[in-house]
T-cell receptor, first 110, second 115 residues
Framework: GESVGLHLPTLSVQEGDNSIINCAYS??????FIWYKQESGKGPQFIID?????DKRQGQRVTVLLNKTVKHLSLQIAATQPGDSAVYFC?????????FGAGTRLFVKA | ETGVTQTPRHLVMGMTNKKSLKCEQH?????MYWYKQSAKKPLELMFV???????ENNSVPSRFSPECPNSSHLFLHLHTLQPEDSALYLC??????????????FGPGTRLLVL
C-alpha cells in the first residue's frame, strides 16, 4: 500500500545550526505535500506546503524541496532555535487522501 | 489557536459506554477530517467530509460513526470500543479545491482511554 517514510526518527542539532529533515513517499500520483510540526500536547501545526509542479518553496526560516524523480521531500530549517524542538511530519496528498509519515523528533541543543 | 476546537480534551470510557467527540472549525473551510494518532505510528486517516458529504472512509470499524451536520461541525460517535482504540483523535479542516487538496488545520485532539 501507499506509504510515507522518514529517514530518521530523531535528529539532534545545535542551536543556530541548520536542520534538514528528509522524507520519502511511495505514490507517484501524490501531487500536494505538506510539512507539519507537532509539539507535546498539541495537534499538528501547518508549516509549509508544495505542489508537484514546483521543486522548491521558501517560507520564514523554512524551505521545502521536492524531488519527484526519486519521490523525496525535505524540510530545511535555518538557524534552528529551541522553540523548533518538536516532532515533524511530512504528508503526501492525492485528492482527499493524505498519507502521513511517522515523524522525526527534532532536539535542539543550547 | 488554529481555529479548530475539540471537546472533550480527555475522555475515559468503558467498553460498553457510548460517547461522542465534537469538533468545530471557525475557519470557513469546506472539508473536515478525523484522524487517529497512536503512539509511534503515523496519523491514520479515518473519515473525510467535503461539503457535508462523506468522501473517504478508510476501513474504519463500525464502532466509530461520524456525523457532519454542517460544514463547521463534525462528530465522532463511539460505542463498544476496545482497549486498542485508546489513542489521540484529531480533527482537521481544510479549504479543499476542486481536486480535494488543501492544507489541513488541526485541533488539539481528544485523548481517549478505553478501559
Amino acid at each position: 500500500g501507499e506509504s510515507v517514510g522518514l529517514h530518521l526518527p530523531t535528529l539532534s542539532v545545535q542551536e543556530g545550526d541548520n536542520s534538514i529533515i528528509n522524507c520519502a513517499y511511495s505514490n507517484s500520483a501524490s501531487d500536494y505535500f505538506i510539512w507539519y510540526k507537532q509539539e507535546s500536547g498539541k495537534g499538528p501545526q501547518f508549516i509549509i506546503d508544495i505542489r508537484s509542479n514546483m521543486d522548491k518553496r521558501q517560507g520564514q526560516r523554512v524551505t521545502v524541496l521536492l524531488n519527484k524523480t526519486v519521490k523525496h521531500l525535505s524540510l530545511q530549517i535555518a538557524a534552528t532555535q529551541p522553540g523548533d524542538s518538536a516532532v515533524y511530519f511530512c504528508a503526501a496528498t492525492r485528492g482527499f487522501k493524505t498519507i502521513f509519515g511517522a515523524g522525526t523528533r527534532l532536539f535542539v541543543k543550547a | 489557536e488554529t481555529g479548530v476546537t475539540q471537546t472533550p480534551r480527555h475522555l475515559v470510557m468503558g467498553m460498553t459506554n457510548k460517547k461522542s467527540l465534537k469538533c468545530e472549525q471557525h475557519l470557513g473551510h469546506n472539508a473536515m477530517y478525523w484522524y487517529k494518532q497512536s503512539a509511534k505510528k503515523p496519523l491514520e486517516l479515518m473519515f473525510v467530509y467535503s461539503l457535508e458529504e462523506r468522501v473517504e472512509n478508510n476501513s474504519v470499524p463500525s464502532r466509530f460513526s461520524p456525523e457532519c451536520p454542517n460544514s463547521s461541525h463534525l462528530f465522532l460517535h463511539l460505542h463498544t470500543l476496545q482497549p486498542e482504540d485508546s489513542a489521540l483523535y484529531l480533527c482537521a479542516s481544510s479549504q479543499a479545491g476542486g481536486r480535494g487538496d488543501g492544507a489541513q488545520y488541526f485541533g488539539p485532539g481528544t485523548r481517549l482511554l478505553v478501559l
